[in-house]
């Protein structure tokens, strides 16, 4: 069984620094994909960047960039310049391996709720 | 412009009632998915669908039911049977599920509460 594990209930970070969520995952399939969505006060989930198990470098976009270290199966979120409209819940998922009957839907973590002082 | 819609936003249940909730998508994605989040937790799978007329269960599926009669609509029904459905219910599509990147795009959500 898939399992996302996220230890920071909560993080503060002061505004124009950086900040990093942890994320660790456990799984038996040697294809797989994480990703990081983000879920302010409205509830909405806003999709923020995407790491496949075979893509060979970090991932990027914008001001957020993921740590993949794949022997400790970790994806942790790097989120530089933090800006007032960060604050938010950061959730960390993982989606099934391609193939079989669950291929394509995605286990999520507990989340890591994000506080950014001015 | 392409979305997904969530209807209503706030739904009150008494004790008793099936409700449903709807979910309709304009992406042409092929899956959608149900997902029931309580407060301060992660979400948890309901059912999901690859295709029309076929779907299966999640995680936490008890007490819960859909149909998917068309590529757009994805219904979820919340039954009597189900003993704490008060949650927030988001619902989700994606284009060809568990091809490479393919995220899953999410609706505003449907915020239930038994009365």
């Known amino acids: 069984a898939q399992k996302i594990t996220q230890t920071q209930p909560g993080m503060f970070v002061q505004e124009k620094e950086a900040v990093t969520l942890d994320c660790t995952y456990d799984?038996?399939?040697?294809?797989?994909?994480l990703f990081w969505y983000k879920q302010p006060s409205s509830g909405e989930m806003i999709f923020l960047i995407y790491q496949g198990s075979y893509d060979q470098q970090n991932a990027t976009e914008g001001r957020y960039s993921l740590n993949f270290q794949k022997a400790r199966k970790s994806a942790n979120l790097v989120i530089s310049a933090s800006q007032l409209g960060d604050s938010a819940m950061y959730f960390c998922?993982?989606?099934?391996?391609?193939?079989?009957?669950?291929?394509?839907?995605?286990?999520f973590g507990q989340g890591t709720i994000l506080t950014v002082h001015p | 412009d392409g979305g997904i819609t969530q209807s209503p936003k706030y739904l009150f249940r008494k004790e008793g009632q099936n409700v449903t909730l709807s979910c309709e998508q304009n992406?042409?994605?092929?899956?959608m998915y149900w997902y029931r989040q309580d407060p301060g937790q992660g979400l948890r799978l309901i059912y999901y669908?690859?295709?029309?007329?076929?779907?299966q269960k999640g995680d936490i599926a008890e007490g819960y039911s859909v149909s998917r009669e068309k590529k757009e609509s994805f219904p979820l029904t919340v039954t009597s049977a189900q003993k704490n459905p008060t949650a927030f219910y988001l619902c989700?599509?994606?284009?060809?599920?568990?091809?490479?990147?393919?995220?899953?795009?999410f609706g505003p959500g449907t915020r239930l509460t038994v009365l």
């Open positions: 992406l042409n994605h092929d899956a």
């Open positions: 989700a599509s994606s284009q060809s599920p568990g091809q490479g990147y393919n995220e899953q795009f």
């Open positions: 799984t038996s399939d040697p294809s797989y994909g």
């Open positions: 669908s690859q295709i029309v007329n076929d779907f």
């Open positions: 998922a993982m989606r099934d391996a391609a193939g079989g009957t669950s291929y394509g839907k995605l286990t």
